[in-house]
């Protein structure tokens, strides 16, 4: 079956490093999303992407999508701790797009 | 609006007993879901309806039930818990605009359950 697939699993950084996770689909994706959960609090929307190659920023956070289409990253620029938490990717669960596909995530710590 | 709220915020069940956690939303949203979480395994998709009187089965749908009748709420029902039921819950709204779009999914806070 379908599969959203995420790398790392776990980073840890200095205040001010970078950070990236990525998100691999086993199919071409129509679109991806992205989420944040911070410890002890549920998903929050960041960022949805529909063209391949598209291209968002919301400040220090750069979204892409894959020529492809199925693959995503997400790059943090000089982290802050406030930047700590769970990062999830998730695509379209079938072609109607009535559901999402999670990725398991990438959960990120921050150290000052 | 309140969002998405969810009922009880935790709860600990014994094997065998039953449970309703409780969903609601305040924005209209015609499709709803319910997910579970263990730690490092993601969201897994456990039912969702796309309208009052329609849902579907995500992918673990087995050992809980799920209603529609309002527009408003989405009780997911556990019938006869057990241990590999201990999870956090979460429950998603979301505003379908047409048959091309993938929709925001908007989240409640969440249902500690642990069954003992």
């Known amino acids: 079956g379908q599969q959203v697939m995420q790398i790392p699993q776990y980073q840890h950084v200095q205040e001010g490093e970078d950070f990236t996770t990525y998100c691999n689909s086993s199919?071409?994706?129509?679109?991806i999303q992205w989420y944040k959960q911070r410890p002890g609090g549920h998903p929050v929307f960041l960022i949805q992407l529909v063209k391949s190659g598209e291209v968002k920023k919301q400040k220090r956070l750069t979204f892409q999508f894959g020529e492809a289409k199925k693959n995503s990253s997400l790059h943090i620029t000089a982290t802050q701790t406030t930047d700590v938490g769970t990062y999830f990717c998730?695509?379209?669960?079938?072609?109607?797009?009535?559901?999402?596909?999670f990725g398991k995530g990438t959960t990120l710590s921050v150290s000052s | 609006n309140a969002g998405v709220t969810q009922t009880p915020k935790f709860r600990i069940l014994k094997i065998g007993q039953s449970m309703t956690l409780q969903c609601a939303q305040d924005m209209n949203h015609n499709y709803m879901y319910w997910y579970r979480q263990d730690p490092g395994m993601g969201l897994k998709l456990i039912y969702y309806?796309?309208?009052?009187?329609?849902?579907d089965k995500g992918e673990v749908p087995n050992g809980y039930n799920v209603s529609r009748s309002t527009t408003e709420d989405f009780p997911l029902r556990l019938e006869l818990a057990a241990p590999s039921q201990t999870s956090v819950y979460f429950c998603?709204?979301?505003?379908?605009?047409?048959?091309?779009?993938?929709?925001?999914?908007?989240f409640g806070p969440g249902t500690r359950l642990t069954v003992l």
């Open positions: 998730a695509g379209p669960a079938n072609q109607a797009g009535t559901a999402l596909i």
């Open positions: 199919t071409t994706l129509s679109n």
């Open positions: 998603a709204s979301s505003y379908r605009h047409s048959s091309l779009s993938t929709d925001t999914q908007y």
């Open positions: 309806s796309v309208g009052a009187g329609i849902t």
